[in-house]
Nanobody, 115 residues
Framework: QVQVMESGGGLVQAGKSLRLYCNCTERVASVTRMAWYRQAAGKQRELVASVTSDSTTALSDSVKGRFTISRGNVKNTVLLYMNSLKPEDTAVYFC?????????WGTGTLVTVSS
């Protein structure tokens, strides 16, 4: 059973930076796709950023130029670097992994950006 676990959320002022960590029980390089999603209160979950096993990355238009997704130095870690945070980035951020055709989700970490 693959498990993904997020960490690094918290309260931050607008314009500041935050780093989220996703730890996976499988080697990230062997996972087909890993991604960060977020869900704001009263809204649907949306894709923020993704990275595939061949290191192809993608970012949603709302975070391009501000967020970066990358694999960490630890083989089982994917990081989301969030810069120039805005109040509208406030949401619960979820880590996602696609492995051998199965989808796995973390329980989420709350990011709150104050104005």
């Amino acid at each position: 059973q693959v498990q993904v676990m997020e960490s690094g959320g918290g309260l931050v002022q607008a314009g500041k930076s935050l780093r989220l960590y996703c730890n996976c029980t499988e080697r990230v390089a062997s996972v087909t796709r890993m991604a960060w999603y977020r869900q704001a209160a009263g809204k649907q979950r949306e894709l923020v950023a993704s990275v595939t096993s061949d290191s192809t990355t993608a970012l949603s238009d709302s975070v391009k130029g501000r967020f970066t997704i990358s694999r960490g130095n630890v083989k089982n870690t994917v990081l989301l670097y969030m810069n120039s945070l805005k109040p509208e980035d406030t949401a619960v951020y979820f880590c996602y992994a696609l492995y051998t055709g199965m989808e796995y989700w973390g329980t989420g970490t709350l990011v709150t950006v104050s104005s």
